[in-house]
């Protein structure tokens, strides 16, 4: 049974480009969880999602940032014109159920020129 | 708000030395605590947790027992090992979203 797979693993963008980050849970889970980590800083939650659905989206910039939880498919966090503040480490974590244990992925890298 | 303090690292020690990492949390209620290890290149795995004042974790060697008094979570090991080498995070749950700290890097030497 594998584990919560996110790639890339390390992605490189231009300022002004789009980054797209994907996530898919371990089997069997339906709910997802993005966290962003920051150079010398702990894990700050994003947003926790369920198949096609938002259910809390308060750790997410109001602008540019989007996330996704399609019925068919991985996650999909979404970066519209990436800023050189967005470079970070993204963190996606999944569960059976809410305040069920949560299981991470080993993170994308992304770095912003 | 709710909020986790770590000791800050990194924190380099011998092998079979006593480890302690602080951690110390700001909560409304009482919340469970976590303590989560991330190995190099790998993701966040759970190490142990405490759901009420006064219940110890325990997991591999490591301790750390909930304190509402001094709304502490001290991570503990009596003797690291080298493949003890990680980044430690100290978290708490609050609804369903879990509050991190900082992370500690803990360097074990041979």
């Known amino acids: 049974n594998a584990g919560v797979m996110q790639n890339p693993r390390h992605l490189v963008r231009r300022r002004g480009q789009e980054a797209r980050l994907r996530c898919s849970p371990m089997k069997g889970h339906s709910h997802v969880y993005w966290y962003r980590q920051l150079p010398e800083e702990g894990l700050k939650f994003m947003v926790y999602l369920q198949k096609e659905n938002i259910i809390d989206e308060s750790g997410m910039p109001k602008e540019r940032f989007s996330a996704e939880f399609p019925k068919e498919g991985p996650s999909i966090l979404r970066i519209q014109q990436v800023v050189r503040g967005d470079s970070a480490a993204y963190f996606c974590a999944s569960s059976l159920g809410q305040n069920e244990k949560l299981f991470f992925g080993s993170g994308t890298q992304l770095s912003v020129l | 708000g709710n909020s986790v303090t770590q000791m800050e690292g990194p924190v380099t020690l011998s092998e079979e030395a006593f480890l302690t990492i602080n951690c110390t949390y700001t909560?409304?209620?009482?919340?469970?605590l976590f303590w989560y290890v991330q190995y190099p290149g790998e993701g966040l795995q759970l190490l142990l947790k405490?759901?009420?004042?006064?219940d110890k974790g325990s997991n591999k060697g490591f301790e750390a027992t909930y304190r509402k008094e001094t709304t502490s979570f001290h991570l503990e090991k009596g003797s690291v090992q080298v493949s003890d080498s990680a980044v430690y995070f100290c978290?708490?749950?609050?609804?369903?979203?879990?509050?991190f700290g900082a992370g500690t890097i803990l360097r074990v030497k041979s």
């Open positions: 405490a759901t009420k004042a006064d």
């Open positions: 909560a409304t209620g009482y919340p469970s």
């Open positions: 978290a708490l749950l609050y609804g369903n979203k879990l509050v």
